[in-house]
């Protein structure tokens, strides 16, 4: 979980393009365990998807990573 350091190390940015960022005060990561042996097969990847349609809701964004699907591109 990342939480973010502001005002304690710094002072947040006034930015106009930058207030949904800064409502962002911590960020949530999970995931289902995955099979060790996954990483060992050419060049997988583990894809990120944004839940809750990225809304910030008490300045928390929740994160999942899991597999990809194959029809997706990884760039």
């Known amino acids: 979980m990342y939480s973010q350091p502001w005002p304690k190390f710094g002072k947040g ?14 960020i949530v990561v999970s995931s289902l365990k995955m099979d060790p042996e996954y990483s ?6 583990q894809c990120c998807e944004i839940m809750d ?7 928390t964004m929740k994160i999942r990573v899991r597999k990809c699907r194959a029809t997706y591109m990884v760039v």
């Open 40 to 45: 060992h097969k050419a060049t997988r990847r």
């Open 13 to 26: 940015c006034d930015r106009p393009e930058y207030i949904k960022a800064m409502a962002v005060k911590k």
């Open 53 to 59: 349609g990225g809304s910030i809701k008490d300045g």
